[in-house]
């Protein structure tokens, strides 16, 4: 498993930076965008695109794996097709990655730093991540060459073994890397319920009877931000408690890279519904999202969708206080598959 994991960061980073290289001059960059076909697209979006770099990267991925670990070939998915033939029509909109957005307590609403690639290993057997890789290709600016700097995030949970690229050194006292929204939430386990005592994520796009819901639970503590892998990737960095989306319009490969990292760190991610459906019963598992196994009777990317959405989360009773406070505000048919 440490030889796939070692192979993983390094294939990541070749992406990384056919991601930053295709990103480099815009005008070339306009000529590697193209609209998705149907079968590929994301309903959520009425034109839905993807460039050579998403091409690119994946097959680089796929490829450098499946010659490392020769039997791969046809248990690799992605979300692109290999197909690039862009028209440069009228249909092509102008795409802008923007390098100047401020973030809003460390979270970045929108921008390339919202850029992620996400690699998961999940088991064949059970559907359970076992290892994700998070690159963030853009990071950091150099404001003299404009070149970007990356961040690289890894995850293993296998056998009983938990390790991930967050632990704090040894000598380091739980807690002290604070100075995000998340910290005081990790550590009020044992105080008396209060208000406001966690922090969460959403889409832009969730619905607002989710989002008056989460108000009443978080306060003022819910932001926004673009791109399902960067908004697991807060959670998996502590700048908020959980990550919730109530909507089937993202997928696997949107979530097992962070779902594995927060395994190995003592959280997961859930089916949204699937948690307001069970209740509050004790000592039952929670619906773990899991990946080897795709919907029947769906075509195209829809086979692979999270229907029921999904919450990540950073721990087991962070994720219950967390539901026994938003249950009561939000019944399950009020939230939209």
Same mark, same amino acid.
């Given at each position: ?27 070339? !960059? ?82 390339? +730093? ?66 995000? +929204? ?9 105080? @008396? ?21 989460? @108000? ?55 089916? !949204? ?24 009777? @769906? ?22 206080? !967390?539901?026994?406070?938003?249950? +009561? ?9």
């Amino acid at each position: 498993m440490s030889a796939i994991l070692q192979e993983l960061l390094r294939v990541s980073e070749k992406a990384a930076h056919i991601a930053r290289a295709c990103r480099q001059q815009d005008a070339l !960059f306009q000529l590697l965008i193209e609209e998705k076909k149907d079968g590929e697209k994301n309903k959520k979006f009425a034109v839905d695109f993807k460039t050579l770099a998403d091409v690119l990267v994946q097959e680089v991925i796929k490829r450098h794996m499946e010659s490392k670990f020769p039997g791969l070939e046809d248990k690799i998915f992605g979300e692109e097709s290999n197909e690039f033939t862009n028209a440069l029509d009228s249909t092509h909109q102008y795409i802008q990655g923007s390098a100047d957005v401020e973030p809003s307590h460390g979270i970045f609403p929108q921008g390339l +730093p919202c850029v992620t690639i996400l690699i998961g290993v999940y088991d064949l057997r059970t559907g359970l991540p076992l290892m994700g890789v998070i690159n963030q290709p853009f990071v950091s600016q150099d404001p003299d060459t404009l070149r970007w700097e990356g961040r690289c995030y890894w995850g293993l949970s296998y056998m009983g073994t938990n390790i991930h690229s967050l632990q704090p050194p040894v000598s380091e006292p739980q807690g002290a890397r604070t100075g995000h +929204p998340g910290a005081e939430a990790a550590d009020t386990g044992s105080q @008396a319920q209060g208000a406001h005592r966690f922090s969460a994520v959403i889409s832009a796009s969730e619905q607002e009877p989710v989002r008056a819901a989460l @108000a009443r639970v978080c306060g003022g503590r819910v932001f926004r931000a673009a791109g399902a892998g960067y908004k697991g990737l807060c959670v998996v960095q502590g700048l908020v408690d959980l990550y919730v989306f109530s909507y089937d319009t993202t997928f696997k490969w949107d979530s097992c890279a962070p779902h594995a990292i927060l395994r190995a760190m003592g959280g997961g991610m859930v089916d !949204f519904q699937g948690c307001l459906a069970r209740g509050p019963a004790a000592g039952r598992e929670w619906p773990q999202l899991l990946y080897h196994v795709g919907h029947e009777g @769906a075509s195209g990317v829809d086979r692979w969708a999270n229907r029921g959405g999904l919450i990540a989360y950073r721990s087991r009773q962070q994720l219950e206080t !967390f539901l026994s406070l938003l249950a +009561p505000h939000l019944a399950p048919a009020g939230a939209r598959a």
